[in-house]
């Protein structure tokens, strides 16, 4: 097992989606901590500043194998890594009844697909270590599920459930998983739920248009101007509780932070945390 004294210069961690958000706040702190830190991103032009911060830079797309397997090679070719931060990611919102399905697949290949794919690619050298810690970002949205949004709600969902098995599995191997679950956080969660909006005019013949043109201004209003803006907490906030779940001798299998206690009372209005019956029939006056 891994002794937790030992200096963080002594650990690698590999942080994928760190061009922006909390992944970009995750590989600037954890390289001050004195991990040796690899920055991933599709763009790695992106990551310029995170260079500047000590981190080591490299090309990942979570969606295509070879750029899997080329990233975890180079982070790997000094020793195992102790720590991968699963963090890419995004929000596909959209009615699930005219959802297209190249954009429900395209979800799940980054949420989820790309993942356990790249989970299951640094686990040999963890096993071969004795030690490593897997720290997986899920979402309140992992816990709870907002109409409009159930493509993302259901990746994260899965998130939480294979972050479980895993937790299972990898234990003898004496590998570590923590689940992240973040409530609202000021980065640009709202500019990309809009770009990824399916056609929201009215002339695209699709009968949930106006409800999603709704949710897209619903979703822009809460998060620029409205109460998400003023309880989320900052991308900072995130990366030093999955510091903490990196440095901690024995790492609690969930953690959030202060924006999702901040809106535990929020919460309680939404369905999730209130039975089914509760909610659903508010569920056709939102349509």
């Known amino acids: 097992m891994l002794d937790m004294d030992t200096k963080a210069s002594a650990r690698s ?8 958000g909390i992944g970009h706040a995750t590989a600037l702190r954890l390289a001050r901590a004195g991990f040796v830190t690899y920055a991933t991103a599709r763009r790695p032009d992106t990551l310029a500043d995170l260079a500047a911060a000590g981190c080591r830079t490299l090309a990942l797309d979570v969606t295509d194998e070879r750029s899997m397997r080329e990233a975890v090679a180079a982070a790997e ?3 195992a890594l102790f720590g991968l931060v699963n963090n890419a990611g995004y929000s596909q919102s959209g009615a699930l009844p005219t959802l297209p399905m190249d954009k429900l697949r395209a979800q799940f290949e980054t949420n989820v697909f790309g993942l356990v794919r790249l989970t299951q690619l640094v686990i040999p050298a963890m096993r071969r270590a004795g030690a490593g810690r897997i720290v997986n970002i899920s ?8 109409p409009g949004g159930g493509a993302y709600h259901a990746t994260k969902h899965a998130l939480e459930a294979l972050s479980d098995v895993l937790r299972f599995e990898l234990h003898p191997a004496g590998i570590d998983v923590v689940v992240i ?3 609202a956080i000021r980065t640009n969660y709202a500019e990309r739920v809009v770009r990824e909006m399916p056609d929201t005019s009215a002339s695209s013949g699709d009968p ?14 809460a998060y620029e ?3 998400l803006n003023t309880l989320g907490g900052d991308a900072d906030a995130v990366a030093k509780v999955i510091e903490r779940a990196l440095t901690s001798a024995r790492p609690r299998t969930r953690r959030g932070h202060e924006s999702l ?9 939404l369905p999730g945390a209130r039975p089914d019956h509760v909610y659903a029939p508010h569920a056709p006056r939102a349509l």
């Open 13 to 20: 961690v590999l942080v994928t989606g760190c061009s922006s």
């Open 77 to 79: 070719r000094d020793g």
């Open 139 to 146: 979402s309140m949205g992992g816990r709870l599920s907002f």
């Open 181 to 183: 679950q973040p409530g």
């Open 208 to 221: 949930y248009a106006a409800y999603n043109a709704a949710m897209a201004a619903a979703t822009v209003e």
């Open 225 to 227: 101007r409205g109460p």
């Open 261 to 269: 206690r901040s809106q535990g009372r929020q919460s309680l209005t």
